[in-house]
Every structure is written in C-alpha cells, then in structure tokens.
Nanobody, 121 residues
Framework: QVQLVESGGGLVQAGDSLRLSCAAS????????MGWYRQAPGKQRELVAD???????NYADSVKGRFTISRDNAKNTVYLQMNSLKPEDTAVYYC???????????????WGQGTQVTVSS
C-alpha cells in the first residue's frame, strides 16, 4: 500500500512564498518520477512540475522562474518551493508519484489527497 501525504498549503498574499512537501510511504521496487499538479475551480488538473530520480525537471510555462521542484530520494519526499505567488496560482495542489512494483511491466500512478493554496491579491 502506497500513501502520499502532502503538507504546506495555505492562504498567502500575492508576492509571498510557500513550500509544499509530499512524502511517500509504503513498499515498492522504485519510485520513478514525482511531481506536482494543480486544479483550479472549473478547470482541468494540470502539471505544475515534475522531477525524475536523476533530478531532471520539467515545469509548466506559467511557473517557470518562480517555482522550484526538488526531491530527497533518501526520504522519498518531493518539494515545491513557490515564490512570487500570484492569485492565478490559487488551486488544489496534488502530489503525484509514478511507482514501479516488482512483477509489473509499467509503473503505477499514485496521488496525494491535495492541499489548498490560496493567493489573495
């Protein structure tokens, strides 16, 4: 059983910073990519950023230069440092992990429960 537990959301003002954390627990063969997605009211869930085991990163254009994703493989934890927050960053942020289990040909997708980030103007 794999569990992703997020923390760090909250209510901030435009220009402020927040740091999200997501820790994975359970058993697996390996954790492949980890990442953050977000979903604003009335919109589809979108990729914010992801990071491979080796540290290669990918960002949505809307957050480049403001958000930084990092990962501690020893702690099975992924972080999202969000700076210069804007009201349009308001959304529920979900942690994602692609996890390889023994005996499977492909990794499985796991999601956290979501954490609310609200940025006031």
């Amino acid at each position: 059983q794999v569990q992703l537990v997020e923390s760090g959301g909250g209510l901030v003002q435009a220009g402020d910073s927040l740091r999200l954390s997501c820790a994975a627990s359970g058993s697996w063969f390996s954790i492949n990519a980890m990442g953050w997605y977000r979903q604003a009211p009335g919109k589809q869930r979108e990729l914010v950023a992801d990071i491979t085991t080796g540290g290669s990163t990918n960002y949505a254009d809307s957050v480049k230069g403001r958000f930084t994703i990092s990962r501690d493989n020893a702690k099975n934890t992924v972080y999202l440092q969000m700076n210069s927050l804007k009201p349009e960053d308001t959304a529920v942020y979900y942690c994602n992990a692609k996890i390889q289990h023994s005996g499977r040909n492909y990794p499985l997708n796991y999601w956290g429960q979501g954490t609310q980030v609200t940025v006031s103007s």
